[in-house]
């Protein structure tokens, strides 16, 4: 069952071709025929979030976003958590996704969390401010990156808080103090990720720390299900908003 399961993604992965007019079908597009196993496969790809999750130290009665948060499988890195939150938010584009975070929290009986259709650039809370904003393997995902980080620096609060999960490529040059990659590495995985619409970027990680204070960061790499000996390249970053 479980290869079945696997077997479903790697197609949607590797052949199904991803349609659609805007970001919004294409996310469709692509998560629609996989959202049932989409997390069991994940939690082997996707390392770091319950690392990042526990690396927030997140007020009592927090507003907590969750951008590009899916199925609502990062809920279950709260533990005891999640009900000192005041509210938990969380975010995405695709409608099939979101689908199955309603029945995680209708399943849980969590009163304070609201799954919500809507764009990473412009959703605001109804609070109109965040005490954390997180991205857990979606900033990749979204086009307009640079606009994603500014809206959650915007909702955030003063000292505020920014988690960030996820894939990419080191500069040719990096900064003093950061990894350097290989040209394999820097080139061959934005090609692999790309056909899938995910953009590993040199950019990410000095944009946020240009733009945050940093708290934690963390580079690491992952193993990738089904290809022994290869490693993806992922990190881990919270910052303050000044």
Same mark, same amino acid.
């Given at each position: #069952?479980?290869?079945?399961?696997?077997? &479903?993604? !790697?197609? +949607?992965?590797?052949? &199904?071709?991803?349609?659609?007019?805007?970001?919004?079908?294409?996310?469709?597009?692509?998560?629609?025929?996989?959202?049932?196993?989409?997390? $069991?496969?994940?939690?082997?790809?996707?390392?770091?979030?319950?690392?990042?999750?526990?690396?927030?130290?997140?007020?009592?009665?927090?507003?907590? *976003?969750? /951008?590009?948060?899916?199925?609502?499988?990062?809920?279950?890195?709260?533990?005891?958590?999640?009900?000192? #939150?005041?509210?938990?938010?969380?975010?995405?584009?695709?409608?099939?996704?979101?689908? *199955?975070?309603?029945?995680?929290?209708?399943?849980?009986?969590?009163?304070?969390?609201?799954?919500?259709?809507?764009? @990473?650039?412009?959703?605001?809370?109804?609070?109109?401010? @965040?005490?954390?904003?997180?991205?857990?393997?979606?900033?990749? /995902?979204?086009?307009?990156?640079?606009?994603?980080?500014?809206?959650?620096?915007? /909702?955030?609060?003063?000292?505020?808080?920014?988690?960030?999960? $996820?894939?990419?490529?080191?500069? &040719?040059?990096?900064?003093?103090? !950061?990894?350097?990659?290989?040209?394999?590495?820097?080139?061959?995985?934005?090609?692999?990720?790309?056909?899938?619409?995910?953009?590993?970027?040199?950019? +990410?990680?000095?944009?946020?720390?240009?733009?945050?204070?940093?708290?934690?960061?963390?580079?690491?790499?992952? &193993?990738? %299900?089904?290809? %022994?000996?290869?490693?993806?390249?992922?990190?881990?970053?919270?910052?303050?908003?000044?």
């Amino acid at each position: #069952m479980a290869l079945a399961s696997d077997l &479903k993604v !790697l197609y +949607h992965l590797a052949l &199904k071709p991803v349609r659609g007019s805007d970001h919004a079908g294409r996310m469709e597009s692509f998560y629609a025929g996989q959202a049932e196993a989409y997390d $069991d496969f994940r939690k082997r790809l996707l390392q770091g979030r319950e690392s990042l999750w526990q690396a927030i130290d997140a007020p009592d009665n927090a507003v907590w *976003v969750d /951008m590009g948060g899916g199925t609502g499988a990062n809920l279950d890195f709260f533990g005891d958590r999640l009900n000192r #939150m005041g509210k938990i938010y969380v975010v995405d584009l695709a409608s099939s996704l979101l689908k *199955v975070a309603n029945q995680r929290i209708a399943d849980r009986g969590w009163k304070n969390v609201e799954a919500v259709e809507a764009d @990473a650039t412009t959703f605001r809370p109804t609070e109109g401010h @965040a005490d954390v904003v997180t991205f857990s393997y979606s900033l990749t /995902m979204i086009p307009d990156w640079f606009a994603a980080i500014e809206n959650a620096r915007q /909702m955030l609060r003063p000292g505020g808080l920014i988690g960030v999960v $996820d894939f990419y490529v080191s500069r &040719k040059y990096p900064a003093e103090g !950061l990894r350097r990659h290989g040209w394999f590495t820097r080139s061959g995985w934005p090609l692999w990720f790309g056909l899938d619409n995910v953009f590993p970027s040199p950019d +990410h990680v000095p944009f946020l720390r240009s733009k945050f204070a940093t708290q934690h960061f963390h580079e690491q790499r992952a &193993k990738v %299900p089904y290809i %022994p000996l290869v490693r993806v390249p992922y990190y881990t970053f919270v910052g303050a908003a000044r």
